[in-house]
């Protein structure tokens, strides 16, 4: 349902396609970015994939979606069919001059295959993420290596993901090291709500699980491994949101839930996991946006995968691959308990992911690709096409 609009904002139109909370995070303050920037007119489009964690997040960020779509079914395969005609169905309203999308999910795939198809630009906002393997993470990987495929911008967070979209045989000139969006995101919420330590002392262990890849035994395994570290550690809180999905709540709840120091707590908001990053000691999570995010606060990570498409955290020190191994994961947090030395060293100075000027450094991009100066005129729209009826 679009909403309705008295006095459209002056500039080139620009439609960020967005769906999840995660999504969400990271393009808020490129949206931000574009309204303030004067030669642009951007519109939010949620498609649904998400309901109430993304009403909340778009609350969080002040927008209000231009466009909202309305979520057919509850399979999959119902939302993306909905979502691809009603995509279209808006395209259709204007010559807009580029469709944003960001990440790997199932709406910023949409998102771009429908740009693709009426021949409008698509921006890719942290492209080159790679693990270049299809089942890890399932779909993600496959999905962003799709959108790299037919986006003409695409905003690499880091030099290394910049270096992934130039091997695979992108045009150089499309491909700019920006930062990531997410320290943007940060900043912009800790400034306006305040976020920052709060805890004396150590801080908690925070954790979380999610992925698909790690269902079943692996879930059971991470699991074990942390009720061995809080009961070798009495002190020390252990602070896990649950996700709400079964098979994740099940075997958390089982093995985890009669320990005295674990608290486990629904799903917390951003904000509420901002704060939760600003007093951890530690996390462990086989999350990709936390990955990003801990090094914000100094926070060392245990990532509770096998590989990372953000091995920039890596390179930096201040993450381990862990994997889901009961006395891996043991064995690391131990260290980390025991040895000063070695946790220092993963609190690294400066955020492997930017500065928080990526959504600056985004809106000059697109205005570089989308205008050129027209004599006695405002900025025109370089290449504005549309597939013949």
């Not at 466009?67 to 509850?74: C, K, N, P, T, V």
Request: net charge neutral.
């Amino acid at each position: 349902m679009d909403r309705p609009v008295t006095a459209p904002r002056a500039g080139l139109p620009l439609l960020l396609v967005c769906g999840t909370r995660p999504e969400i995070i990271k393009l808020a303050p490129v949206y931000h970015a574009l309204r303030d920037c004067g030669w642009a007119a951007p519109e939010w489009l949620h498609t649904g994939q998400h309901g109430d964690m993304a009403r909340q997040m778009l609350d969080c960020f002040g927008i209000q979606p231009e466009h909202e779509l309305q979520r057919r079914g509850s399979s999959l395969i119902d939302f993306s069919t909905g979502c691809r005609e009603q995509l279209h169905a808006v395209l259709q309203q204007r010559a807009w001059a580029a469709v944003i999308v960001q990440g790997d999910t199932e709406s910023a795939f949409l998102g771009a295959l429908a740009g693709f198809y009426e021949r409008v630009p698509v921006a890719h906002v942290e492209a080159g993420l790679r693990t270049h393997n299809l089942g890890r993470p399932f779909p993600e990987e496959g999905l962003r290596q799709m959108i790299g495929r037919i986006a003409r911008f695409h905003f690499a967070p880091t030099a290394r993901a910049a270096r992934v979209l130039r091997s695979e045989g992108l045009a150089h000139p499309n491909i700019r090291v920006t930062g990531n969006t997410v320290i943007d995101a940060q900043q912009w919420v800790a400034a306006r709500y305040r976020i920052a330590r709060r805890t004396a002392g150590r801080g908690h262990l925070l954790v979380t699980i999610h992925r698909r890849e790690n269902w079943g035994a692996d879930i059971e395994h991470a699991c074990a491994a942390i009720a061995d570290i809080a009961r070798a550690y009495p002190s020390l809180p252990v602070l896990f949101p649950v996700h709400l999905n079964p098979v994740v709540q099940e075997p958390v709840h089982r093995l985890l839930g009669k320990l005295a120091n674990v608290q486990l707590v629904a799903p917390l908001d951003y904000l509420g996991m901002q704060q939760a990053l600003a007093d951890a000691w530690l996390v462990l999570t086989d999350s990709g946006g936390l990955q990003e995010e801990a090094p914000t606060y100094k926070v060392p990570v245990l990532v509770l995968r096998d590989e990372t498409e953000r091995p920039e955290v890596l390179d930096a020190g201040c993450a381990a691959l862990v994997g889901t191994d009961r006395a891996a994961i043991v064995r690391h947090v131990h260290e980390l308990m025991h040895d000063e030395r070695a946790y220092a060293r993963m609190q690294v100075d400066k955020n492997p992911f930017g500065d928080g000027s990526a959504s600056r450094q985004i809106a000059a991009h697109l205005r570089a690709g989308l205008c050129q100066p027209a004599p006695g005129a405002d900025l025109q729209p370089v290449e504005l096409r549309r597939v013949a009826a």
